[in-house]
């Protein structure tokens, strides 16, 4: 992982785009984090960067072509959406194909995304390659994601994510959305 003191953090500029924090994904077995700490540090990721003064983005998918969707498709209760929240419904592994989080992110101004959730190798790295292809700056957090298993989610994070922008920690986020009401 990257050196977290590299990492800052503009606030007004920056989005946690949080992928699948679903009850029925969350509940999935997951490696190396596990569904619940995933989380747990998305949630500390986003009540930080929102009284910072960032945008916090929560993804959720829904499966196309069916009349119901399956039990535990809402965002996990632990997820107590702000007024200043945007929650974005998706049909596809990535959050911006047909979703408006493009536009979202734009008309905030947005050049940053701090990227979370469930699977790593799957609706995270769709995500943050198709946030690279449209010129965000995107940051990994390493262990606020987690995979299906522990060497999808290893691969992704040592080889394709660091071609795309900085992994870190959420430590090393947290701190860096602290050091922004320094300066």
Request: proline share 5%; aromatic share 6%; hydrophobic share 45%.
């Amino acid at each position: 992982m990257g050196d977290m003191s590299e990492l800052e953090v503009t606030p007004d500029r920056t989005a946690l785009v949080a992928i699948d924090l679903m009850e029925r994904i969350v509940a999935l077995p997951t490696a190396p984090h596990s569904g619940p700490d995933v989380l747990a540090r998305t949630v500390a990721i986003a009540d930080a960067l929102r009284e910072a003064g960032g945008t916090v983005i929560w993804v959720r998918v829904e499966r196309p072509g069916v009349d119901e969707q399956p039990p535990g498709s809402g965002l996990c209760p632990e997820i107590k959406v702000a007024e200043s929240d945007v929650v974005i419904v998706k049909r596809t592994w990535g959050a911006f194909q047909d979703t408006g989080l493009d536009a979202e992110l734009r008309r905030r101004g947005i050049d940053t995304i701090l990227l979370t959730g469930l699977v790593t190798n799957f609706g995270v790295e769709s995500t943050g390659r198709a946030a690279d292809d449209a010129g965000f700056r995107t940051v990994f957090v390493e262990d606020a994601m987690s995979g299906l298993d522990a060497h999808a989610h290893e691969f992704a994070v040592d080889y394709v994510f660091p071609k795309l922008g900085p992994v870190v920690s959420t430590e090393g986020t947290l701190g860096a959305i602290s050091c922004s009401f320094a300066r």
